[in-house]
């Protein structure tokens, strides 16, 4: 991968908000709008969610999903040359108290302050998402498999 597209990555991956998350619900793919936040060496990505939603109830069951990141539309002719990454992994929840819950809620909430009401309901809790790989589109013609250490990588770009 060139450098211009590893910075294209780490530019999406930093500014983009939001996320399309796919879980399995009735051995089907389920995809649903989930507000993400990234380790800063993009070893993981935090969603923080509800109980009472299909995406958590479906991780409970499956921690196979996937995320999508798009970079954001720009209003061009040709939608498709919007660079997106695709990113398969694991999925896990992170309970309130273990080890690493504070700097995780305090990432979070630097990126979406007005979160902080969801942290008074019971029914939200972190899930972090642990990449195992997936598929980088920087453009047309330009597209990379990506890997854990991908990831890692591009993030000091």
């Given at each position: 991968m060139d450098a211009q597209s590893e910075k294209l990555l780490a530019h999406i991956i930093r500014t983009?908000?939001?996320?399309?998350?796919?879980t399995l619900r009735d051995e089907a793919?389920?995809?649903?709008?989930?507000?993400?936040a990234a380790a800063g060496d993009f070893s993981a990505f935090y969603i923080h969610v509800s109980r009472l939603a299909q995406h958590t109830v479906d991780m409970q069951k499956n921690k196979h999903v996937s995320l999508l990141i798009v970079e954001t539309d720009d209003g061009r002719a040709d939608p498709q040359t919007l660079a997106r990454v695709s990113i398969r992994g694991s999925a896990e929840q992170i309970q309130n108290g273990?080890?690493?819950?504070?700097?995780?809620?305090?990432?979070?909430?630097?990126?979406?302050?007005?979160?902080?009401?969801?942290?008074?309901?019971?029914d939200f809790s972190f899930w972090r998402i642990n990449p195992k790989g997936g598929r980088y589109v920087a453009g047309f013609a330009k597209a990379f498999n990506i890997t854990p250490d991908t990831l890692k990588k591009v993030s000091v770009r």
């Open positions: 983009s908000r939001i996320a399309s998350l796919s793919p389920q995809s649903s709008m989930v507000a993400f273990e080890p690493g819950y504070t700097p995780i809620k305090e990432l979070y909430l630097a990126r979406f302050p007005e979160a902080e009401q969801l942290f008074r309901l019971a």
